[in-house]
Every structure is written in C-alpha cells, then in structure tokens.
C-alpha cells in the first residue's frame, strides 16, 4: 500500500493528545527519530550519557530501577538535562497490575515516576483497568502513554488477537494512550505514535532472546516512527558518533518515505 505520509509536522497538528504533539514537534525540529535507551545500572553515567547523546535524540529511554544510586537529585538532574537538549523522558516500566496497584506503583514508592516521566508504557494483559488506574494522574498531569502491542523477544506472546486488542484499547483511551510499542505499524490513525526497539545496526540479537532489525527495516519497511536503541549505542567505542549515526539512518529513512 503506497500512500502519501503526514510528516511529523504535519501529525503534530492533527494531534490532540499533549505528549503526542510535543514529541512529534520535537522530531520535527531535532530532525531526530531516534529514542536512546540508556540501560546503565549507574545514575552518574546515565545523566553523562544523558547530556552527552541530548542532542541527537527526541526522546531518552529509562528503567530506573535498575540504579544503583536513584536520588532526588538525580531526578532534578534529569529533567534539567532534558530540558536544556529539549527531549523527553519515558520510564518503561511496563505497568501490568490492577488499576488501584498501578496508580500507586506510579504515583508514590522511590521513584514517584508521574512526577518526572513524560511517558511511560503498560501491558494490557490485565484489560483496561491498567490503563484508568494511570489515568487517574496521569491525565490531569499532562503525560502520556503508550501501550506494549508487540515485543521484540523471541517467542513473544503479544500477536495476532492480543495485539488487535492493544489497538482497540488505545482508540478507547485516547485522552492518556498516546501509541504503541510495537515492530511495525498497527493503525493508520495518525495521531498514534509508533515506537520500536529491537533495532541494531548489523546486530542479530542477544543471547537472551533478543532480536534486532536495522533503523531502514524498521522505519521504511514497518513503518514504525521512532526507533529505541539500547546497546547500539551504549557498547560502540565512540557513543556519540554512533548516536548521530542512528539519528541520520532514522531520520533518512523517514525522508525517504514522506518523499514516496
Ligand atoms: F517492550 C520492549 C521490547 O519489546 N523490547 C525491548 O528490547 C522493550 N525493550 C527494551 O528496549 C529493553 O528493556 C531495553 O531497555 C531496550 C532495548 O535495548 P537494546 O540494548 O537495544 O537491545
């Protein structure tokens, strides 16, 4: 199906969902595709990592907790680093629990995740309560978040049927859903934003069942919009170059399909 593509300007406007619109304008202006996922266990690493790769990517990719030294400082960090490179923040925490679990998992404990992350992600496997329970803050604090409709992993159990679901529940909860995780395109709405990880450039996977596919695979073949690169750039020799690397190979690729 060859049909014209909105450019990220374009779906920034048709979108009414904050986060969406902000990302997508970011993309935008950053010429930038590319999600950095900076799974170090060290919160001083991170925030170098953080403000060292700032600048080629829309959005910086979280799981924290794995730190080994989470702080309030570190947070307060964060969100300066973010702010001076204009990315955004997406904690994949991977909520999977009943409504009233989730809301607390998400509001207090350690982390406090609502109070800093522009987006974070849930399973849908408990039905939509996953989804009200986030909601609940999330919505009237302006986040967003995007629903697992499909892993990377090997044997992954997100197909067919369940990932049809995911779709449903995101067009039944459009006011905080704001996309997908995913490895390829799972509506033509617009609106809903299309992130994958899994992408390396000549990786194959890992040996914990891992599977890659190349920023061009991912985002002209299964036209997904922003691609989340982990060890890619984390393990290269020279972190940076390799990040502009990801953001171009991203970016080209979206170029070339809004030019089709
Ligand atoms: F939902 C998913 C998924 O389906 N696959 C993933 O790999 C999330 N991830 C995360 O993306 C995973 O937890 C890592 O944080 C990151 C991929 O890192 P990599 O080093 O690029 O493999």
Redesign the pocket.
């Known amino acids: 199906k060859q049909k014209k593509m909105l450019t990220y300007q374009q779906r920034a406007a048709l979108c009414t969902h904050p986060v969406a619109k902000r990302l997508f304008t970011i993309m935008h202006e950053k010429r930038s595709n590319l999600a950095f996922?900076v799974?170090v266990t060290s919160a001083t690493q991170l925030l170098q990592f953080a403000d060292d790769i700032g600048p080629y990517i829309c959005l910086l990719?979280t799981?924290v907790d794995i730190l080994e030294d989470f702080s309030q400082d570190f947070v307060t960090r964060l969100q300066a680093t973010a702010k001076k490179h204009n990315f955004l923040i997406f904690e994949?925490r991977?909520f999977a629990d009943i409504g009233q679990t989730v809301l607390k998992q998400y509001i207090s404990g350690l982390y406090r995740i609502c109070d800093w992350a522009h987006i974070v992600?849930a399973h849908i496997v408990p039905g939509p309560g996953v989804i009200h329970g986030l909601s609940k803050v999330g919505v009237p604090k302006e986040r967003g978040c995007l629903l697992?409709g499909?892993?990377?992993?090997q044997g992954?159990l997100a197909t067919g049927e369940y990932t049809t679901a995911a779709v449903k529940m995101a067009e039944e909860n459009s006011n905080f859903v704001m996309g997908f995780?995913c490895q390829g395109s799972l509506t033509d709405d617009p609106r809903f934003i299309h992130m994958a990880?899994?992408?390396?450039l000549g990786g194959s996977g890992?040996q914990l069942g891992?599977q890659?596919n190349s920023p061009a695979q991912m985002v002209t073949e299964k036209r997904v919009d922003v691609i989340?690169?982990?060890?890619?750039i984390?393990n290269a020799e020279d972190p940076v170059a390799t990040a502009k690397l990801y953001q171009h190979a991203g970016f080209e690729a979206y170029e070339n399909l809004s030019n089709n």
């Open positions: 996922s799974d990719k799981h994949d991977k992600n697992i499909q892993m990377s992993s992954s995780i990880p899994g992408v390396q890992d891992q890659y989340i690169v982990g060890r890619g984390l």
